[in-house]
């Protein structure tokens, strides 16, 4: 394995963070407990709509020709896709299952669609240009289950190094412990009863524009862009 991915990951220099923060095209703040009462409020799986992005790029990590696609294209796509197998689900259930392969095919379809949104909105709610570092509950979470912050990175670093799908760090909640999972479809992966804290997109759409097929630097810049204050507000809500 890339010796690069494993290594322990450097943090942000501040001169770093200010440039970025200085360039981004940032067209909302950064959220924070006090702008934002629950994660999810705004997720497009319970308003029907795309649930709106807080920056056009990140700078230093992500362009805007990457991200752009990559939201409307994949994310909405999914959305779209999910919410429009759920109403047909609905009516093939109210009129009565005439094709049961057609049924069985759009319910799992609607599952990895509805997946791939909810997979989607974390990874872009859990970025961020502005400097952010791990939050009391969820550092201390962390340090407990890996030993320490570079520890977890380290582990989901790997993790992300082995994905062609997703890496996520989750909450079980009935264990009540974190686990790095990997998962090579938006379906497959899936641990029951889980929450998704940090969500790393590990498809090649999510980096190739930038990154080609450097896979080990995109992961490397990822660290340096997470938006703490959306995972502690998640693994929060995933405690309560």
């Not at 696609?69 to 919410?83: D, F, R, T």
């Not at 990997?182 to 998704?196: K, L, Q, R, T």
Request: hydrophobic share 40%.
């Amino acid at each position: 394995m890339n010796s690069q991915i494993i290594q322990k990951i450097n943090k942000r220099k501040f001169l770093t963070v200010a440039a970025a923060t200085a360039a981004s095209t940032l067209t909302i703040p950064t959220s924070s407990k006090a702008q934002i009462t629950s994660i999810d409020a705004m997720s497009g799986l319970k308003t029907g709509k795309m649930k709106p992005m807080r920056y056009t790029e990140l700078p230093g990590f992500l362009s805007a020709a990457q991200i752009a696609p990559h939201y409307e294209k994949h994310y909405g796509g999914a959305l779209n896709g999910h919410l429009a197998l759920d109403r047909q689900i609905d009516e093939m259930t109210s009129n009565g299952i005439k094709d049961a392969n057609a049924y069985a095919t759009m319910q799992r379809a609607r599952t990895d669609k509805g997946d791939s949104a909810l997979l989607h909105e974390v990874f872009f709610d859990g970025m961020t240009a502005e400097n952010s570092d791990p939050g009391m509950s969820l550092r201390k979470a962390l340090d407990q289950r890996f030993g320490s912050l570079d520890k977890w990175q380290n582990d989901f670093a790997a993790a992300s190094a082995t994905a062609n799908g997703w890496a996520v760090l989750c909450l079980h909640k009935i264990s009540g412990k974190l686990y790095n999972v990997v998962s090579d479809s938006h379906s497959n992966g899936v641990f029951w009863n889980a929450v998704p804290i940090i969500a790393l997109d590990m498809y090649e759409h999510s980096y190739y524009l930038d990154y080609q097929n450097n896979k080990a630097a995109y992961i490397d810049k990822f660290f340096d862009y997470i938006n703490w204050n959306s995972a502690e507000m998640r693994f929060n809500e995933a405690n309560a």
